[in-house]
């Protein structure tokens, strides 16, 4: 191999690195509870245990989220217009993510008689086969956008009540608008609190 040949392999190798470094640091800031802000495009920050709910004369609208489901299909808010939806934000390499998703389930479960609509939105997995897995191992029974590098996110307008960390849970209700944030992994009985007054709501 020539001098030069090995100088440019060894080259992609460091970037290579640095690359794979810069994303596992962004997964680790977004999923901390510190509060510590992360670099780079996604301006997230770690949950702040914040709930936050909004009167129905204050609401915004959510923004348009579609694409790639983790199952491989296709999926959006907009396909359940007229359900309150739950969208829950999560990674399967986030530990807080694992510690709610069975709560996520039996939730899901528990409320599709009531017209309630679980979608998830999978992040900063850059390998779809790992939130797959996640799914299959959880039995997730309702779908996830897949969005490896957090641009659905971003759609939420600044301003509005939008997912800032890695959990985040929303609650949409059945005008589209958002009416619940939180900012933490939810209990069972922390979901239960805030999706069924806004299921209640006519």
Known sequence: MSPTRALRRRAFRSAAALAGAAVLALAVAACSSSGSSATGESNFVGGTGEIAVVRPADRKPAPELSGKTVSGGQDSLAAHKGKVVVVNIWGSWCAPCIAEA????????ADRAKGVQFLGINTRDLVISNAARFEKNHQVPYPSLFDPYGKLMLRFPKGSLNPQSIPATMVIDRQGRIAVRA?????EDELNKIIDPIAAEK
């Open 102 to 109: 069975a709560n996520l389930v039996n939730v899901a479960n």
């Open 183 to 187: 900012l933490k992994a939810l209990s």
